[in-house]
């Protein structure tokens, strides 16, 4: 049986539609599983349910992090925010840790679990981080190129599954990213200017995530796939 992920939907307010770049369900479907896009609800019954059927989650991109969620007011920098996908996906994910199920996080998805475990964000990187080196982290098309390297900390998951040494090229795609770590959680990968670009919890069974896109990679990076591929095999049954 393939295990059965399920993803949390992208939501375009302007239009009032949910959507899903494609790139996360072929990801998923070339690394052995059922890709699903989630309802978007705060029904607690159904998201329960919903906790219980899949055998994964992946926590996608999307919009900016409400601030009050990490006990900040909104100051200028900070993005539109969707209220509604912020209440899904912490009730979620406490549904889904309970069940100690894999939960992998891409861009918006490595900076809601780290609120949830505590920490903090930027509310906008160019604004906020002072730093001596320049990064880019908000490239423009081709999304799927690399713009910046990351480099990798030993010892962790990450390493372990890429086995690519001290640095590996990333694109990337986002203007908000961790300030804080939270406390449970551990870095396993940095820009030059400092910025944490992964995380995964070593108290649990599978939780994972990376500030880059590799929906948008997957294609031409082996690196993505290898990516895809290990979440995929922590889902199976």
């Not at 009032?16 to 978007?40: D, F, K, Q, R, T």
């Not at 899949?54 to 969620?69: N, Y």
């Not at 891409?106 to 990187?125: A, E, M």
């Not at 990968?189 to 995530?209: S, T």
Request: aromatic share 10%.
């Amino acid at each position: 049986m393939k295990p059965l992920i399920g993803i949390v939907p992208l939501y375009d307010e302007p239009r009032n539609s949910y959507w899903m770049l494609p790139g996360y369900m072929l990801a998923l479907e070339h690394a052995g599983a059922i890709p699903v896009m989630l309802p978007l609800t705060t029904d607690l019954s159904v998201l329960h349910q919903l906790s219980q059927h899949f055998d994964g989650f992946l926590f996608s991109g999307g919009q900016d992090i409400a601030p009050e969620l990490y006990g900040e007011q909104p100051e200028k920098c900070c993005g539109a925010v969707c209220s509604e996908r912020d209440t899904m996906e912490k009730a979620l994910l406490e549904n889904v840790l309970e069940l100690d199920k894999p939960v992998f996080g891409i861009c918006r998805g490595i900076q809601f679990i780290n609120v949830f475990f505590g920490g903090t964000l930027y509310q906008d990187i160019p604004s906020q981080l002072q730093t001596e080196i320049s990064i880019t982290h908000s490239q423009k098309p081709p999304y799927h190129e690399p713009v910046h390297t990351v480099t990798l900390e030993p010892e962790t998951p990450l390493f372990q599954i890429l086995q690519a040494g001290g640095k590996v090229p990333v694109n990337s795609f986002h203007h908000q990213g961790i300030r804080r770590l939270a406390a449970e959680l551990k870095s396993m990968a940095y820009a030059a200017d400092g910025l944490i670009e992964a995380v995964y919890h070593p108290g649990k069974r599978f939780v994972f995530a990376v500030q880059w896109h590799p929906e948008f990679s997957w294609k031409t990076d082996s690196n993505s796939r290898k990516i895809f591929s290990y979440f995929v095999q922590n889902c199976e049954r």
